[in-house]
């Protein structure tokens, strides 16, 4: 099973978030977060987090549909965000899709994305959706595929102090077993050559961050 998660950040394209979604994935809302999901015409399964940022009008909505929620006290040490993976975690998710996780506040922003490099999700596929960008987490002697067309930007940003063996394929400026410090932007806005490129590591967690160039067909 697939775990979709709304979070309260800012949605981008709707349409693709629809298009990106499969009948039976378990929709998890992060508080605000399913304000995104009554947008969409979806109804999530759970609601959670201390339901500061949810319409009382949409609350009782859902309540009174098939939505289980599970209401945390607003003085907590984790945000809805954290709550929402630890949920997906307990239920065994191996495969999580991540909306609405950037936008707004910077510290959130921040956060929410170094919350994806905890060892604790280890066993969960975690990739972030943004518009036309998708970020993949990858961590120690992992390799990931990239599906999309020449002219695609990738990018690979370090979240450990150092990053060891990437290797690349597909890419227009390739690595081969080297070594990515945090910080350092050597790795970053790199272009698929063609249709499918390749990412390996071999030590330390990298941020994968594919991003999607429309390509406009000839004027008539």
């Known amino acids: 099973m697939r775990a979709v998660i709304f979070a309260n950040g800012i949605l981008v394209d ?4 629809n298009s990106l979604l499969q009948p039976n994935d378990y929709i998890i809302a992060a508080d605000g977060g399913a304000q995104h999901c009554q947008e969409i015409g979806l109804r ?6 201390d339901m500061d940022s949810i319409s009382p009008e949409l609350k009782t909505e859902y309540q009174a549909g098939r939505t289980e929620f599970i209401i945390h006290p ?23 899709l991540l909306f609405g996780i950037l ?3 910077l510290d ?15 066993n969960m596929s975690l990739v972030v959706v943004n518009g036309p960008d998708q970020a993949f987490l990858l961590r120690s002697n992992c390799s990931n595929s990239i599906n999309g067309k020449p002219g695609d930007i990738v990018s690979l940003i370090p979240l450990t102090e150092q990053v060891e063996g990437v290797s690349t394929r597909g890419l227009r400026w390739q690595l081969e077993d080297a070594v990515l410090q945090l910080g350092n932007t050597r ?30 067909g000839p004027e008539e």
Not at 14 to 17: L, S, T
């Open 108 to 122: 959130l922003s921040l956060a929410n994305l170094l919350l994806l490099a905890r060892d604790e999700w280890h």
């Open 187 to 216: 790795s970053l806005s790199n272009e698929m050559e063609n249709g499918l490129a390749q990412v390996t590591i071999k030590q330390g967690k990298l941020l994968m961050v594919h991003r999607s160039i429309q390509i406009d």
């Open 74 to 96: 607003k003085d907590k040490d984790q945000t809805d965000l954290d709550l929402a993976l630890s949920l997906a975690k307990q239920k065994e998710i191996n495969e999580v």
């Open 44 to 49: 999530p399964d759970i609601v959670i987090g």
């Open 14 to 17: 709707p349409d693709r978030v």
């Open 103 to 105: 936008g707004g506040r």
